[in-house]
C-alpha cells in the first residue's frame, strides 16, 4: 500500500527521443489508475520508470515518502506484470510463483503458503505442477499476475497485460483484474492503448500523447469534460463526431453555424457563458464535437426540440441493439469517411431509417463540445479562465453591472467611453465593497468554482477555499484584468518575474579549523549567475540541479529563475536593473524595472526611481531548464 507523487517527470532517451515531459500527479493509496494512448505516447515509458527498469532524465518520483529515482528496482517495492507473461518454461507454475520470493529467501513453508494464498485467489490451484506450455494464454496470466502478488507489493505495475488475450478472455480477466485489486487493497498503475478498458478499469485515467499528459481525471469526467479535441475523439465509440464552425453571440442567444453546410443552430448565452467572448464574434473558427448519443432522429425528440440540423444518410451500421447511422451534415457530403461534415447517429430499432434519405436531427446542447482551432484546447473549461463584462469608464470610475469602482492611478489614462473589461475568474477577491450573492460554490479540480450574482450577472470566481452560498461582498484585483475602451487597451500585469541565468561552481579557500587552528582551505561552491552577479546556491537548488541533469550539462545549460513580484525586493545589492515606472494599483503598488532586455514587475511599498538593484529570495525560486523546458523546481 502506498501513495506516489510524480514531480515534473522526463525520459530523454539516449538517441534524443523525448519520450515523456513533464509528466505530474499525485496517485493516491489504493487507486486504480490507467494511463492510456496510442502506441508510442510514452505510457510504458513511464511505467517503467516507476518500476525502476528505466533511469528518470529529470523530475522526481516518490513511493510513499521515499525519493526513488536512485533506488533500485528490487528495493522499490513494486511489482510489475507484463504482456508477454515472462514466464520461465523449464519451471512449474508453482516454481514460476515462487521464483521471485526465493531469491530474496524467503523461508519455504512462508513461500508455501504465499503461493497456496495467489493460487487461491486467481484460480489456477489445480494447475500449480503444470509448466506454462500446458496452460492457455489467459492461465499463463494469472501466472504472472500470481508471482506479483506473493511478492505482496506496495505498488502493482502492469503493462498491456490482456493484449496477448482474445476479446472475450480479455473481457474476463479485466474483471477478475479489478476483483484482485479489491482484495488486495494495493495501488495498481495500468498501461494499455485499449479506451474501453480504461474506461472499465481506471478509478482514474491519464491519457498521453506525444510523451504529454493531456488530461488526469475519472472515466466519467474525462467522457463528459473532455478538456481537448484529442481526449474527446479518443474517448467513446464510436468516436465523437468533429465539425468546423463559427459562434456569433446575439443578445441572448449564441448563433451556431456549422461550415460547409447551411446547418445553424441558436442556443441561450447561459449554455456557453464560459466562453471566452474572443470565440463569439462570428468569424473565429472552432471545432464542434458532438457525441453519437447526443444527436437524435427520433422524430418526436426532433419535432420537441429547437436544436435540429438537416443530416442526409449514407450508411447504416447495424449492432444488434441499435445501430449507427451515418450521415453528413453537407446534402453533397460523404458520410462514409471522417470529414468535417460527417457524422455518427446512435438509433434504437423504433423507427426505421434509409440510406439516401434527409432527416432532421435533433442535437443535445448540453452535451456539446467546442475547441479551439489552433491549440485544440475545450473553449468551454470546467474551470473558467475569465469573465467578459461591458463597462463604462466615467468621473475616473469604472461602472459595470450595475456598481462601479474607482479607476486605480494605473488605469486612469484610460479614456472615457463604453468598453469592456476581462476579468479572470482568479481576480475576484472575497474582501472588496461589492455587494454580491455566491449562487453556488463547486468542488472541480482541487479548486473552487464559485458562481457569483452580482448586478443581475454571472460570474465566475475559482478559489482555493470554498465560499458559503449567500450575500457576500467581492473586489477586484485591477491588476489582472484587461480594459478596453474604444482604441485604448490596458493588459493585466506581468506576475512572472523570469531572471535568465547560469549555474556556476567557484574554486574558494575557506576558513576551516584544524586541531584548534583556523586554516583557508579549498572548497568548491555554487553560484547562481543573473546579469554579472552570483548569488549563493540554495542546498536545495543545487541539488536539484545536480539530481536531474547529466554531470556536464550542469555548469554549461542556461537557467530560468522565476519568482513572483512578492519575492524579489529593491534594495542596495542584487540584480542591477532600471526603473521605467510605477503601477499603482491603489492598494498595491509595483515597479516596472528594465533588466537586460527584460522589464519585471516587483512589488514595492516606498517610491522608487531610477538604478535599482533586485534581491530574489531564493528559498522561493521556481526553476526551469532552459534549453529544454524541463521545469526542476
Ligand atoms: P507506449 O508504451 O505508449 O507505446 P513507449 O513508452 O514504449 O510508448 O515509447 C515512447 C517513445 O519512446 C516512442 O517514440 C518510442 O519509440 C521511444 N522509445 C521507447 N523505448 C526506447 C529506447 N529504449 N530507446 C529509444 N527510444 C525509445
Known amino acids: 500500500m502506498a501513495s506516489l507523487s510524480l514531480k515534473h517527470i522526463y525520459k530523454v532517451y539516449p538517441n534524443g527521443v523525448k519520450a515523456v515531459s513533464d509528466f505530474c500527479m499525485e496517485i493516491a493509496d489504493k487507486e486504480f489508475i490507467v494511463f492510456v494512448g496510442p502506441s508510442g505516447c510514452g505510457k510504458s515509458t513511464m511505467?517503467?520508470?516507476?518500476?525502476?527498469?528505466?533511469?528518470?532524465?529529470?523530475?522526481?518520483?516518490?513511493?510513499?515518502?521515499?525519493?526513488?529515482?536512485?533506488?533500485?528496482?528490487?528495493?522499490?517495492?513494486?511489482?510489475?506484470?507484463f504482456q508477454n507473461y515472462a514466464l520461465y518454461p523449464h519451471m512449474s507454475v508453482y516454481e514460476n510463483i515462487a521464483f521471485g520470493l526465493r531469491v530474496r529467501k524467503m523461508s519455504n513453508a512462508e513461500i508455501h503458503e504465499r503461493v497456496l494464498q495467489a493460487s487461491e485467489i486467481l484460480g489456477i490451484k489445480d494447475y500449480l505442477d503444470r509448466k506454462p506450455k500446458e496452460m492457455s494464454g489467459g492461465q499463463r496470466q494469472r501466472v504472472s499476475l500470481g508471482r506479483a502478488i506473493v511478492r505482496d507489493p506496495k505498488v502493482m505495475l502492469l503493462d498491456e497485460p490482456l493484449s496477448n488475450l482474445d476479446a472475450k478472455l480479455r473481457t474476463q480477466m479485466r474483471a477478475e483484474i479489478l476483483k484482485l485489486h479489491a482484495k488486495l487493497n494495493t495501488t495498481f498503475i495500468y498501461v494499455t492503448h485499449d479506451q474501453v478498458e480504461a474506461m472499465t478499469m481506471g478509478t482514474r485515467i491519464v491519457v498521453m500523447k506525444n510523451g504529454f499528459v493531456q488530461q488526469i481525471d475519472t472515466p466519467k469526467n474525462l467522457y463528459l469534460y473532455p478538456g481537448n479535441k484529442f481526449v474527446?475523439?479518443?474517448?467513446?465509440?464510436?468516436?465523437?463526431?468533429?465539425?468546423?464552425?463559427?459562434?456569433?453571440?446575439?443578445?441572448?442567444?449564441?448563433?451556431?453555424?456549422?461550415?460547409?453546410?447551411?446547418?445553424?443552430?441558436?442556443?441561450?448565452?447561459?449554455?456557453?457563458?464560459?466562453?471566452?467572448?474572443?470565440?463569439?464574434?462570428?468569424?473565429?473558427?472552432?471545432?464542434?464535437g458532438i457525441r453519437s448519443e447526443d444527436i437524435t432522429l427520433d422524430p418526436d425528440a426532433v419535432a420537441a426540440s429547437p436544436y435540429k440540423i438537416k443530416v442526409v444518410i449514407s450508411h447504416i451500421e447495424e449492432l444488434g441493439d441499435e445501430s449507427l447511422i451515418y450521415g453528413d451534415i453537407n446534402m453533397q457530403g460523404d458520410g462514409y469517411v471522417e470529414?468535417?461534415?460527417?457524422?455518427?447517429?446512435?438509433?434504437?430499432?423504433?423507427?426505421?431509417?434509409?440510406?439516401?434519405?434527409?432527416?432532421?436531427?435533433?442535437i443535445n446542447i448540453d452535451r456539446m463540445h467546442f475547441f479551439d482551432k489552433e491549440t485544440e484546447e475545450t473553449i468551454v473549461p470546467r474551470l473558467p479562465e475569465v469573465n467578459d463584462v461591458d463597462c463604462e469608464v466615467k468621473n475616473g470610475k469604472m461602472h459595470f453591472l450595475g456598481t462601479s469602482l474607482p479607476l486605480p492611478p494605473a488605469l486612469v489614462s484610460c479614456p472615457e467611453g463604453k468598453g469592456n473589461m476581462l476579468l479572470p475568474s482568479n481576480a475576484l477577491r472575497f474582501d472588496g465593497e461589492l455587494k454580491a450573492k455566491v449562487v453556488s460554490c463547486e468542488q472541480i479540480l482541487g479548486k473552487y468554482l464559485v458562481s457569483l450574482e452580482l448586478g443581475g450577472r454571472r460570474l465566475f470566481a475559482v478559489t482555493d477555499e470554498p465560499k458559503e452560498v449567500g450575500a457576500a461582498k467581492i473586489g477586484i484585483d485591477c491588476k489582472r484584468i484587461t480594459l478596453s475602451v474604444g482604441e485604448a487597451k490596458f493588459e493585466p500585469m506581468e506576475e512572472l518575474v523570469r531572471f535568465e541565468g547560469t549555474f556556476e561552481k567557484k574554486k574558494e579557500k575557506v576558513d576551516t579549523e584544524v586541531r584548534g587552528k583556523i586554516k583557508k582551505k579549498d572548497a568548491i561552491n555554487f553560484y547562481l549567475g543573473i546579469q554579472g552577479q552570483h548569488f549563493p546556491a540554495p542546498e536545495f537548488i543545487a541539488k536539484k540541479v545536480f539530481a536531474t541533469l547529466a554531470p556536464r550539462e550542469v555548469f554549461s545549460s542556461p537557467f530560468y529563475y522565476d519568482f513572483t513580484p512578492y519575492d524579489v525586493t529593491i534594495g542596495k545589492e542584487g540584480v542591477p536593473g532600471t526603473v521605467e515606472s510605477i503601477a499603482d494599483y491603489g492598494d498595491e503598488k509595483f515597479a516596472k524595472v528594465r533588466v537586460g532586455d527584460k522589464v519585471v514587475c516587483i512589488r514595492t511599498d516606498s517610491p522608487v526611481s531610477g538604478q535599482v538593484c533586485l534581491a530574489p529570495d531564493f528559498d522561493k525560486a521556481g526553476v526551469v531548464e532552459a534549453k529544454r523546458g524541463i521545469k526542476l523546481i
Open 47 to 81: 511505467l517503467r520508470m516507476i518500476a525502476g527498469l528505466e533511469d528518470i532524465s529529470a523530475g522526481e518520483l516518490s513511493i510513499g515518502d521515499t525519493v526513488v529515482n536512485d533506488v533500485e528496482p528490487k528495493d522499490r517495492d513494486v511489482a510489475m506484470v
Open 232 to 288: 474527446a475523439g479518443f474517448i467513446g465509440t464510436p468516436q465523437m463526431s468533429f465539425f468546423e464552425g463559427t459562434m456569433t453571440k446575439n443578445g441572448d442567444k449564441v448563433d451556431i453555424a456549422f461550415k460547409y453546410s447551411e446547418a445553424k443552430i441558436s442556443v441561450p448565452y447561459e449554455q456557453l457563458i464560459k466562453v471566452r467572448p474572443k470565440y463569439l464574434d462570428g468569424k473565429t473558427e472552432v471545432y464542434i
Open 339 to 362: 470529414s468535417s461534415t460527417r457524422v455518427i447517429i446512435k438509433a434504437g430499432f423504433q423507427h426505421e431509417y434509409l440510406a439516401g434519405q434527409v432527416y432532421e436531427a435533433a
